[in-house]
């Protein structure tokens, strides 16, 4: 699956004139499902902040921690909300590798949410390849309408509705979340699933912040939301860490409560995963945590 303009043609829908948070991401990760609009605009970024990439990673290694730490405490259901394009480390993969690790049957089921045409075109060959049709799905939805992503969730027939699902919403949240009349509704659907999702389930959720990092990141961040409101197909938006916590407050918070990427469950890194290291956890950038719906 090459990523170059010269290679297969794009999904209908996908505007390849400006870069695509979903493919520029996948491109810091080191994914191939990327277009020259978007590595030219990620170059760019990268050389004036080297460490984005580190970042990235650090937080695709807190997805891997998440789903691992879920998958052996017994959460067997996943709905992953803009979970991007399909590169390497995806939930399912890593609760397949989990289950061989202990020698069980792997059971999971996970469902991927995006409304990113390239991003649902390839994680439909992902799974077509790869996944599981009786455990692993994929559909084409937008987080800013929960019912609708619940309602389609649910007709995958892979989900059930009266168990616990973990919903992840992994560096989703800071991508701005445009309602009817312009303002983000990020909260507000947070604040929906936590209405429709039964007793015992979680969510997930990492989140860019400039509130207690280091003066030299926050001026980073400052020119990175700038680079992104001009160029990109989406605006950034950074939340203080108060305004991040208060998403899931009121539910118990697992262990080890809200905290930079790295401090949050280190154990449980998977043995595929990339080793990254920040000179303190605040370099990571990243809000993260956990909640229980009681």
């Avoid at 004036?48 to 580190?54: A, G, I, Q, Y």
């Avoid at 937080?59 to 998440?66: D, G, P, Q």
């Avoid at 879920?70 to 979970?83: K, N, P, S, T, Y």
């Avoid at 939340?239 to 991040?244: F, G």
Wanted: charged residues 25%; glycine residues 8%.
């Amino acid at each position: 699956m090459p990523g170059v303009n010269s290679g297969p043609t794009p999904p209908a829908g996908v505007d390849l004139e400006r870069p695509s948070v979903a493919r520029i991401y996948d491109y810091y990760l080191g994914g191939k499902t990327n277009w020259a609009v978007d590595r030219e605009f990620a170059d760019g970024v990268l050389k004036t902040f080297p460490l984005l990439r580190d970042i990235a990673l650090a937080n695709r290694m807190f997805l891997n921690r998440v789903v691992r730490h879920l998958a052996r405490h017994g959460v067997r259901q996943f709905l992953d909300i803009g979970a991007g394009v399909p590169t390497e480390g995806n939930t399912h993969e890593v609760c397949d590798e989990l289950s061989r690790a202990e020698c069980r049957r792997p059971d999971t089921r996970v469902v991927y949410v995006d409304n990113e045409p390239v991003a649902v075109a390839h994680a439909e060959i992902l799974l077509d390849q790869e996944g599981d049709p009786h455990r692993h799905a994929v559909i084409t939805a937008d987080l800013r309408e929960p019912d609708d992503v619940w309602e389609q969730a649910l007709d995958t027939e892979l989900l059930d509705p009266h168990a616990p699902v973990a919903v992840l919403l992994i560096a989703v949240l800071h991508v701005h979340q445009p309602g009817r009349h312009g303002a983000d509704v990020g909260a507000e659907s947070v604040a929906r699933f936590r209405e429709l999702l039964p007793s015992g389930s979680l969510i997930a959720i990492s989140h860019a912040t400039q509130d207690g990092v280091p003066p030299d990141l926050a001026e980073s961040f400052t020119e990175l939301k700038r680079s992104y409101d001009l160029a990109s197909s989406s605006d950034l938006i950074f939340r203080s860490r108060a305004e991040i916590s208060a998403l899931l407050d009121g539910w118990p918070m697992l262990d080890p409560g809200w905290s930079w990427t790295p401090e949050w469950h280190p154990e449980e890194t998977g043995p595929t995963v990339r080793t990254i290291t920040f000179p303190s956890p605040s370099h990571a950038g990243l809000w993260a945590g956990v909640g229980r719906k009681p």
